[in-house]
Structures are given as structure tokens and as C-alpha cells.
């Protein structure tokens, strides 16, 4: 029921608390949509993306490129994926350490922080800071981890970053050294935030027995992550090394990714390095962004539950189809774990993981189930060319094989996107670091209203 007396009108009498925030839902979304023409009109670059997909130039970096086309005279045209960390391609790091019987994640951290691939005594002495800084006192663990467990990991990895401002005795320094330092803190102490709260998680919310292992000193951080997750503490080489090719092939995407992007933003402003990293644990949460890879492992399911024939391309195209008609799976459309803003004709981490994940698969006798999955890298371009109009061509992404490698490695799914995070910190501090050291003006891109201009309305006349 309603009161009107004139030209005012009233909310309903007995409008209960749900109503009234469904009603006030109504008129923020209502009040909030932008005439999709008006995009075309002011030609807004919308996710700073050019139509043909390219992003919108809005910095220089020397950390890393992301490369997936390349110029022909006025045109781009796709070609193979590159992923370069400070002027190397990532096949050449990563067969170099493999090659040498070398877990690489260390030598990585230090590459793109540095600029430069370290000798033998360098790399070790960057390895034994890591390990000196990659602890956490007894109390921290149990009054900002432990004491307010998280339905969500990373949302409890970014109050534990924040309270790692607590420890520092200058947390507001924001000169080199001081960054560094607190960056060095951070990479050391993400992979026990992550694993710890998730610990919590489980003694929370899934009502099972809380284990708090002590990271190793003489372990890296992949092998770290091994031990303080399983209850053993008990892991393969094969399983170490895994890992660690995934938080090597994760650190660093350029400084367009949203999530490095974000260190950039919030870095600008002059604000501190916990908040900044933060920021960009909330930004790599999305399931645009970080969260893909679960999403991914999920439809994987279904499909295999769904699909009789595991060898039947015509079967598995049928099912890929549905999804895309939003008849499959979460009704989403998208084939998760397909495509990328700036990779067409290939995802060179996928390529490279693709090779592991098939090792990793007959170690753990699941060798049938790795082939539905290659077969479903094989169909689902051509399922999507009968659906979507295909400009640059689709490839798996690294989400396709990352997810079910951590699957294999028995890594809960509540840490698939932490674990990208306990890698990807890397580039954000990196990006930190070079965001201060050029000096630039805080990032504020222009918005331009199109609002209709009108006249403030007395309460009682309205």
C-alpha cells in the first residue's frame, strides 16, 4: 500500500527490510544503466580494449610483454604466443632450469624483480631471504588467520597482507629500499597466508581437523607449499616440480593484466605496499581473471559426466555446443578455459603445461581422462566458430590446464586462485617498483557523464 498526496509518493507502510532493499536494488541498477549506443557515440574504449580486441596504450614497461600479434604493413595479424619476463622468452627460462634439474620459481621471483638472471651464489643468497623472511610468528597465525577464518581464501590472504602492515616498523615507506624490503616480506609470506587460511577454512567451515605445518628453510617455495598443505608432508619430485613450472609460468603477464594493472593504479596514489597488494588480491579474485581455472576444472566435470564416449569428437562438439547455447553446465555461454584478450593462434603457458600435465597424468594413471581433455582442446575452437563470430582465432589458455594439474596434485579448489596469487605477487611488486621508480602522475582516466542535468527538488515536493 501506498501514500500519495500530491506529486509525493511514499514507500509501502509495512515494507519489511527485504523488500525495501530489493526496491532500493531496483533503482540502483535502474539508475545505473548507460545507453549501450552511447558507447559507440563518445567511442569509449570499454576494458581499455580497441574493437579488435588490442589493448588501449596507457603505459611503458620493461618487466614483460605479452605478445600475440605481430604488424603487417597497416594490419596485425596473429601469430604464436610470447610470454617474455625481462627480455626472455618463457621457453628459453623454462627449459633452461629444467635442462639443469633446477626447480625455477626462485631464480624466476629474482629475474623479474632484478632485471637480470642471477649467478649461482646470488641465486642462494636470494633464496635464504626468502627463507629468512618466510615466517610468521605464533600469534599473527592465530589472531589475523586463524581467529577469522574465511569462507574465501583469498579475501583472507588480503586481511592477512594488511595485517603484515602491523609488523613493519615503517610500513608507510615508500622509497626503493623500503618497497623492496616490505616486497620481499610479501612474496615470502603469501604461500603461508594462502595455505594457513585455508587451514582455517577447513577447521571452520568443513569441520575437519586443523594442521599448521612450519615451512622448511631448506625448501622453495612450491616444495614449501607441498609440506605445509598435506598432512604427511609427503610429495614426489615430479609433483614439486609441477608446481613450481605453474607459479613460474603465473608470475608475471605484463602490466596489463587487471590485476598488475591495479598495482599500477593504487601504486600511484602513494598509498602503501600492503594495501596495493591488496588491491590486486581483490582484482586477480574475479572469476574474470583468477577464478577461471575452477570454472574450468567444474565444466570438465559435467562433460565427463555427461559425454558416453570419450573418443567421440562429434559427441564431445554436441555437448561443447549446449554449453554454448546456455543449455549446459552453469548456463554461461562460455566455454571456460577458451580464449584470451591478447593470445589467438596460442597460449604459450598452455603449451608448455599441456607437456606436464600428460607426464603428471600417467604418473597418476589417469591417462584417459588427459586424452578427453587434449580431444576437448581440439573440438572446442570449431564448436565456437558455429556459434560466435571468430575474428582472431580461439586457443586453450593456461586456466585449461592449470586447474586440472592442481586437481592431480590434489590441491584443494578453494587454493587454485591463491596459489596464482602466491606466484603472481612477483610481478605485482615488480610493477610496484617501477611504477615509483618513473615517478608518474596518479593514474585517472576521464568518465564522461551523460546523465540529463535537472533541478534539485524540496523533500516535501518530491
Not at 39 to 46: A, S, W
Not at 243 to 263: I, K
Not at 422 to 448: D, F, L, M, Q, T
Amino acid at each position: 500500500m501506498t501514500e500519495t498526496g500530491g506529486d509525493r509518493q511514499h514507500a509501502p507502510v509495512q515494507e519489511t527490510p527485504e523488500h525495501r532493499l530489493a526496491r532500493w536494488s531496483a533503482m540502483a541498477a535502474e539508475s545505473s544503466i548507460v545507453d549501450a549506443e552511447l558507447y559507440q557515440k563518445y567511442d569509449v574504449k570499454r576494458g581499455l580494449r580497441h574493437v579488435s580486441g588490442k589493448g588501449v596504450l596507457a603505459g611503458l614497461t620493461q618487466i614483460g610483454d605479452v605478445v600475440g600479434s605481430a604488424s603487417d604493413g597497416e594490419k596485425y595479424v596473429p601469430i604464436p604466443g610470447q610470454l617474455v619476463y625481462r627480455g626472455i622468452e618463457i621457453n628459453q627460462l623454462v627449459d633452461g632450469f629444467l635442462e639443469e634439474g633446477r626447480l625455477g620459481f626462485e631464480e624466476t621471483a629474482y629475474l623479474v624483480l632484478f632485471g637480470e638472471l642471477p649467478g649461482v651464489d646470488e641465486l642462494r643468497r636470494f633464496e635464504a631471504e626468502l627463507a629468512s623472511r618466510r615466517v610468521l610468528p605464533r600469534h599473527f597465525i592465530h589472531d589475523a588467520i586463524l581467529r577469522m577464518p574465511s569462507r574465501d581464501v583469498m579475501n583472507g590472504m588480503a586481511r592477512g597482507v594488511l595485517a603484515l602492515y602491523t609488523r613493519d616498523p615503517d610500513p608507510d615507506d615508500t622509497s626503493i629500499p623500503g618497497v623492496l624490503r616490505q616486497s620481499l616480506d610479501v612474496i615470502a609470506a603469501t604461500p603461508l597466508l594462502a595455505v594457513y587460511a585455508y587451514q582455517a577454512y577447513v577447521d571452520q567451515y568443513l569441520k575437519d581437523s586443523l594442521v599448521i605445518h612450519r615451512p622448511e628453510p631448506d625448501l622453495g617455495t612450491a616444495e614449501n607449499i607441498l609440506h605445509m598443505l598435506r598432512t604427511n608432508s609427503q610429495y614426489t619430485a615430479l609433483e614439486a616440480r609441477v608446481l613450481d613450472l605453474a607459479l613460474v609460468l603465473h608470475a608475471e603477464h605484463g602490466g596489463g593484466n587487471n590485476s598488475s594493472f591495479t598495482a599500477h593504479v593504487v601504486s600511484s596514489t602513494g598509498t602503501d605496499t600492503y594495501a596495493t597488494v591488496a588491491a590486486s588480491l581483490g582484482s586477480l579474485k574475479g572469476p574474470r581473471h583468477g577464478g577461471a581455472n575452477i570454472k574450468m576444472v567444474r565444466m570438465f566435470d559435467d562433460l565427463r559426466m555427461t559425454v558416453g564416449d570419450w573418443h567421440d569428437e562429434d559427441e564431445i562438439e554436441s555437448y561443447l555446443i549446449r554449453v554454448l547455447d546456455r543449455e549446459a553446465f552453469d548456463r554461461s555461454g562460455l566455454i571456460y578455459g577458451m580464449g584470451h584478450p591478447v593470445y589467438s593462434v596460442s597460449d604459450p603457458r598452455t603449451i608448455i603445461l599441456r607437456e606436464y600435465a600428460r607426464e603428471l597424468a600417467s604418473a597418476k594413471g589417469l591417462a584417459e581422462e588427459y586424452g578427453l581433455l587434449t580431444l576437448v582442446e581440439e573440438v572446442a575452437p570449431r564448436a565456437i566458430a558455429k556459434r560466435r563470430t571468430v575474428y582472431k582465432g580461439v586457443s586453450a589458455n593456461v586456466d585449461f590446464y592449470s586447474g586440472y594439474i592442481y586437481r592431480m596434485l590434489d590441491i584443494p579448489e578453494e587454493l587454485y586462485t591463491p596459489l596464482f596469487a602466491c606466484s603472481r605477487v612477483v610481478g605485482w611488486c615488480a610493477h610496484r617498483i617501477e611504477e615509483i621508480a618513473n615517478s608518474g602522475k596518479i593514474i585517472r582516466p576521464a568518465y564522461k557523464s551523460v546523465a540529463d542535468r535537472r533541478e534539485y527538488v524540496p523533500i516535501e515536493d518530491r
